[in-house]
């Protein structure tokens, strides 16, 4: 039976669900259920947070992605450069614009993009890098960011999984010329359904995504300066995304505290994904290294732990994207993202974890053969 389920979402938010009532009062008594004075006030809220001018409020994601590459004006013959281990979505976004994925090996030991080799990928057609901040930890955005200077290239950070990141360099969302993020219910904050935003200090940027966001939209519903989506954060959503702001912090610290226990229990997070530097991450998954995935799964299955696997694959082996790319590849071309895709196994993690529900985890690392993870370096 099993003791801890991979997530409870539904555990943490019954323990406020009053306040979640009263979001939906909130709305109702607006008048507003598209757009309206919530959604800008979360808007406003979130860009404050990030510590950018502008917070664009879009359904989701991959919407984000896409809508901030249109409005640099990247597409068809254009290359973004890409990390090869990530969720699908970061490639898709670049697909939907007609612009071509150019995938880079990742960390062995962050599963970020690595810097190092982004310059060999770069073509007189490259527009853009495409960083993703890996589980929550930040990837190394002075290094990109001081290439895409000396190249002239657009840096748009896909930062699903990093709400709430600081670096030395500033907030992970301000760290590049706009940023993606995802709201989905799993992400350190999450809404109660689909959602995501754009976050930039472009405002001309800001300005082309909140039209197209919108069906192109000009001053008023009519007038149509260009194509568009249909894509747009509704106030609901934002009323919980408020709420669940005010408690980022709180919850990235319980994160952190969870984390420390799995790495002590380990000693020092041997075989643990981005565990060099932990106070970098703010820890939307926890992820170990395995030598017999299968193996690691069914011990701690074994244990009354559910695991997942971010992700199983990498960009070469992703049918429906290998028709973009350049030329064929293989593995030993991305070595790190083939290995991490045969590996990775992600731990229960999050604030709506018992103490109990941690002590069945830090029980289970305590007693786990070290022979199942892989070494670090």
């Known amino acids: 039976m099993t003791q801890v389920p991979f997530y409870d979402l539904g555990q943490l938010v019954r323990s406020y669900s009053r306040q979640i009532h009263t979001c939906l009062d909130e709305v109702i008594d607006s008048g507003y259920f598209v757009g309206g004075p919530i959604t800008g006030r979360f808007e406003a809220e979130f860009a404050a947070s990030v510590g950018t001018d502008h917070c664009v409020g879009t359904g989701n994601g991959l919407d984000a992605l896409r809508l901030i590459l249109e409005a640099y004006g990247i597409g068809a013959g254009d290359e973004v450069i890409v990390p090869a281990f990530t969720f699908f979505a970061t490639w898709l976004g670049v697909t939907q614009v007609g612009a071509t994925p150019v ?4 960390q062995a030991w962050t599963g970020n993009i690595e810097p190092d080799l982004i310059r060999a990928a770069v073509s007189d057609r490259t527009k853009a890098i495409l960083p993703v901040h890996l589980n929550g930890r930040p990837a190394d955005m002075a290094k990109i960011n001081a290439i895409a200077d000396e190249l002239d290239l657009v840096v748009v ?3 699903a999984q990093a709400h709430g990141a600081r670096t030395v360099g500033g ?4 760290l590049g010329d ?3 993020f995802s709201f989905y219910p799993t992400k350190n ?3 109660l359904g689909d959602a995501g935003c754009v976050t930039t200090s472009d405002e001309g940027i800001a300005e082309r995504i909140r039209s197209r966001r919108s069906y192109g939209q000009g001053a008023n519903k009519y007038e149509h300066l260009d194509t568009g989506w249909n894509s747009r954060l509704d106030p609901f959503q934002a009323c919980v995304l408020s709420l669940h702001l005010s408690r980022l912090d709180e919850w990235t610290n319980r994160r952190r505290a969870i984390v420390a226990r799995y790495a002590s229990a380990l000693g020092d997070g041997s075989g643990m994904l981005g565990a060099g530097d932990p106070e970098d991450s703010v820890w939307h998954h926890v992820v170990l290294r ?5 193996q690691l799964q069914s011990y701690f299955s074994q244990a009354g732990i559910a695991t997942d696997v971010h992700y199983p694959y990498w960009i070469g082996t992703v049918a429906p994207m290998q028709r973009y790319l350049l030329a064929p590849v293989h593995e030993r071309d991305f070595p790190g993202a083939a290995a991490l895709a045969s ?11 018992s103490e109990a529900q941690v002590d069945v985890v830090v029980a289970a690392l305590e007693l786990l053969p070290k022979s199942m993870l892989v070494a670090a370096l």
């Open 157 to 159: 950070e896909d930062a």
């Open 343 to 353: 590996e990775v196994t992600s731990l229960p993690i999050g604030p709506w974890m």
């Open 290 to 294: 395995a030598t017999d995935r299968p």
């Open 103 to 106: 995938p880079v090996d990742v």
């Open 171 to 174: 907030n992970v969302g301000a």
């Open 189 to 191: 904050l999450g809404a």
């Open 178 to 180: 706009a940023a993606a």
